[in-house]
Structure formats: C-alpha cells, structure tokens
C-alpha cells in the first residue's frame, strides 16, 4: 500500500509500504477511505514531536471501512464503517475507566501517527478496535463525520467543556483555526451572549463568522483586551479560551478573563509561557489545560446527526491520497489559502 511517511524534519513522502497487519487479538485493520492532516502534523514535521522517528506513517484521523479484526474484537465487525478517533483507548486502565482516553496508561492514548503507524495510508491498524472506533450514523457522511476525529472533541472538550461555557456567558476565543472554530460552534450549543473570536489573520476571522462569533477581532491592529472589556462593563469575559499555544496568546486569555470566570488552554505550548500570578491570584480565576480525551465523541455524534453541529463547514478543499504534497501544501499556507480542513479520498 501507500502511506505519506516521516523521513525526519522537513521530510515525508507518499510512498509504498508493507500493508499493515494484525499484531494483537484487540486490533482491527481499516481500508481508508478518507483522511485529513492536523496542525500536529505540521508540528511534527518541523521537528517539534521527538517520539515521531524516521519511518513513522503519519495520521491520526480517519474515517474507513474495517477489513479485518482480531479474534478478542468483540463489537467491530469486517465491513463496517468506523470513524478512526485520534485517541486510542485500553478500556480497561485507571484513566480508561474515568473516560480519560487521552492518558490511558494500557497502550492508548494519543498513539496513531505519533508513537506507531498513523490514518495516512491505504490501510491502517487500529489497536482496541472495540474502544477506539466509532460506528458511523445512518445520515452523516464520511466527510462529516472525520471532523469528529480530532478537531470537534478537542475544541469542545478541552475549551468549552473544561472552560464551563454557560448560558448567557461571554466566551472569547484566542485563535481562529479548526479547533478555536471547535470551540466556538460548541460554544453555540451552550447559548452565550457572545462568541468573540480573535485572530491575526483576516481570512480566519471571516471563516469564524460563519462559526457563530458575532465579534471578530484582529488583534495586529486593534486592541482586544480593551476591545472585550468595552463589551462587558469593564469586567472581561466569562470564558477565555486559547486555541493557538504561544505564550503571547495565552498571556492574552489570561488577561481577558473576567475575575471568577475560566481560562481554557488548548494550545500545545514549545514554550515555557508566564503565569502571572502576581495578577491572577486576586481574581478567583480557574485555569484548565489538557489533551483531549474524545470521551464526548458519542454526544458529537448525535449532535452530527441532528444537525445541530454542521461540520461541512470545516472543509474548504478536497484531494485524492495521492495528491498528499499538494494537500500539505496548501494546508500549510492557510493564511494564503484558506483552508481550514482538507479532504482526502482514497482513489
Ligand atoms: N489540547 C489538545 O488536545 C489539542 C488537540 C489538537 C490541537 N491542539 C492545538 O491547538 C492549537 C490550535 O490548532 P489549530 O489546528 O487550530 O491551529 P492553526 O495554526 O490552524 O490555528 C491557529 C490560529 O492562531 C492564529 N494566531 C497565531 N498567532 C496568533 C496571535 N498572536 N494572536 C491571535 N491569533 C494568532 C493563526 O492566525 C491561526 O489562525 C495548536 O496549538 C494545536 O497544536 C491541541
Ligand atoms: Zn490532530
Ligand atoms: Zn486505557
């Protein structure tokens, strides 16, 4: 088969490799039949993932078609249609059993792509298959449904959720790529007053409009923080998400917080970034952070479903597998292009 491998900083090529085969009775094997790339992706390829090593077939979201499975494979049957989470779960662990997917300690967690073959391939081999798949819904499609992979639970969980999104709140969010764009479609859900969305790059703000946020700002020309607090009486929002991970940006999430409310980190930080407790502590506010678990991936579903989230609005270009390169490419340059989530299809 082919696969888009990881041959060190700067380096992948789509390339032919051995088919993935069964190595625990828990596994199955998944025929690909769409799979998109991640700002981790891009992370990795610029070397900031150490445990991604030469060889590794990159990828961690994808929607297929199960070919075979493992005799302890209870649940997942061949020919079924399965969305492929990024997170992979034991079931069985301490943390499994709590829903913290993401820390599982069984051989789970955030695997696919990063610490064994990924979903950018022909074919991939998904370990606890039972745990870590998804039936896919009668009524989404494929398409659809590969948004619930990654980006959808993240901006929910570990931005909305953790950040307590209420009724009626003011939630800001710092950062408006797939997942600041997460955040603010779940956001939605929860009825706020206003979705703020903060960005540098104007072709951000105009897709965040279309995602439920009524103000937009571009924090290279205009003041935010004085911005959010003209909006609230001088108090700040109720929820301060940050969805880029850069010290200046969560800085500013910090500071858009109002006294009492939440500041929700999602971004994956290189750097160590400055908490300034000198001028938080006096304000009573409740800091979060964490990869995501994807536990809420069932809600997603129905809410899919329903159609009371609309993920097509993340999809911006399609590609068939071999068009990989061109793919990175124009995701890379997402200020010039616009992308937010490409498609790729097997051909
Ligand atoms: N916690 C988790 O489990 C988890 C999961 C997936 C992704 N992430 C992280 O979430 C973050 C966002 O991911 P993404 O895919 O949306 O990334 P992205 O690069 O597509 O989007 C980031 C956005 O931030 C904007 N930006 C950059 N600097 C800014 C600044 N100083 N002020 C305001 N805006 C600024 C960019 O213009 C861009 O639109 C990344 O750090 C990613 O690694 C975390
Ligand atoms: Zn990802
Ligand atoms: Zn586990």
């Known amino acids: 088969m082919r696969a888009v491998v990881y041959h060190g900083p700067g380096q992948k090529a789509w390339e032919e490799v051995p088919d993935p085969v069964i190595i625990d009775d828990t596994d199955a094997i998944v025929r690909v039949d769409v799979v998109t790339i991640c700002g981790t992706d891009l992370h990795i390829l610029k070397g900031d ?120 709140d003011v939630v800001a969010v710092v950062g408006s790529g797939p997942i600041g764009l997460s955040a603010m479609m779940g956001a939605r859900l929860f009825s706020p007053a206003h979705v703020i969305a903060i960005d540098m790059a104007d072709s ?10 009524d103000i937009v700002i571009n924090n290279s020309r205009e003041d935010a923080l004085q911005i959010v607090r003209d909006l609230t009486g001088g108090l700040g929002a109720d929820v301060a998400i940050e969805a880029v991970g850069v010290p200046a940006t969560f800085e500013l999430a910090a500071q858009l917080a109002r006294p009492g409310g939440h500041i929700a980190n999602i971004g994956v930080h290189g750097q160590p970034v400055t908490l ?72």
């Open 276 to 347: 300034h407790l000198e001028e938080l502590w006096i304000r009573n506010v409740t800091i979060t952070t964490g990869l995501v678990d994807t536990y809420s991936t069932p809600t997603l579903l129905r809410l899919a479903q329903g159609h009371q989230v609309d993920t097509d609005q993340f999809i911006t270009h399609h590609f068939t597998m071999d068009q990989f390169d061109e793919a990175y490419d124009v995701f890379a340059r997402a200020a010039d292009t616009g992308a937010l989530k490409v498609i790729l299809t097997r051909t």
């Open 49 to 168: 993932v150490a445990a991604v090593t030469d060889g590794r077939i990159l990828g961690h979201e994808a929607v297929g078609t199960v070919e075979s499975v493992g005799s302890g494979v209870k649940n997942v049957k061949v020919g079924d249609r399965v969305l492929v989470s990024c997170i992979t779960a034991c079931g069985a662990c301490r943390y499994c059993r709590d829903g913290s997917y993401g820390q599982c300690l069984g051989g789970g967690g955030w695997i696919l792509g990063h610490k064994i073959d990924g979903t950018q391939a022909e074919k991939v081999r998904v370990p606890f298959a039972d745990t870590s798949t998804y039936a896919v819904p009668a009524g989404v499609s494929d398409e659809q449904l590969l948004m619930l992979a990654d980006i959808l639970p993240t901006g929910y969980e570990v931005g909305v959720l953790n950040g307590r999104v209420q009724p009626g």
């Open 204 to 213: 951000r703000l105009e897709a965040a409009r279309t995602f439920g946020a």
